[in-house]
């Protein structure tokens, strides 16, 4: 599983290099959602990593 820390401090989390995340990224054939803004205008730290090909993704 990819994902992405915004400083929350788990250590449950292993680090990776950004040439080993997109490897991997590509490798799973990612589709990557953002949201910059929440509706209030506030910045927002929405991410999803979405595989197209799998139906529970």
Known sequence: MLRFDF???SDKL???SWEEW???FDE???NFIYQETKKDG???N???LEN???EDA
Request: aromatic share 10%.
């Open 28 to 30: 799973r054939q990612l």
């Open 46 to 48: 929405f991410v999803r």
């Open 14 to 16: 292993r680090h990776v």
């Open 7 to 9: 400083g929350d401090g």
């Open 42 to 44: 506030t910045q927002s």
């Open 52 to 54: 197209p090909g799998r």
């Open 22 to 24: 997109f490897k991997t």
